[in-house]
């Protein structure tokens, strides 16, 4: 069992930063797959990137390639989501997500806003 919180969200003005937190407890945590995604009103969940239980790999959606970072922290059970270079359209509630594999997350946090002003 793994539980989720996230941390981090709020406004920003389009072309600034901000960095997303992930805090997990559960002793499966080092060996999850880790996840985000968000969702903006009116659409679907979209996968935002993934990271490997060994941080060796990350994988990204092509609408942040190159924008976005994932990052882990095994030792204080987080995760982090940097955001650089943001744009409106990033605009959405963020959720953090594990498990054992990139295609099977069965562990969701409550999400939080992110609002990116033009």
């Known amino acids: 069992q793994v539980q989720l919180v996230e941390s981090g969200g709020g406004l920003v003005q389009a072309g600034g930063s901000l960095r997303l937190s992930c805090a997990a407890s559960?002793?499966?945590?080092?060996?999850?797959?880790m996840g985000w995604f968000r969702q903006a009103p009116g659409k679907e969940r979209e996968f935002v990137g993934r990271i490997s239980w060994s941080a060796f790999s990350t994988y990204y959606g092509d609408s942040v390639k190159g924008r976005f970072t994932i990052s882990r922290d095994n030792a204080k059970n987080t995760v982090y989501l940097q955001m650089n270079s943001l744009k409106p359209e990033d605009t959405a509630v963020y959720y953090c997500?594990?498990?054992?594999?990139?295609?099977?997350?069965?562990?969701w946090g409550q999400g939080t806003q992110v609002t990116v002003s033009s």
């Open positions: 559960g002793h499966t945590f080092r060996s999850a797959v």
């Open positions: 997500a594990a498990g054992s594999s990139s295609s099977d997350y069965a562990f």
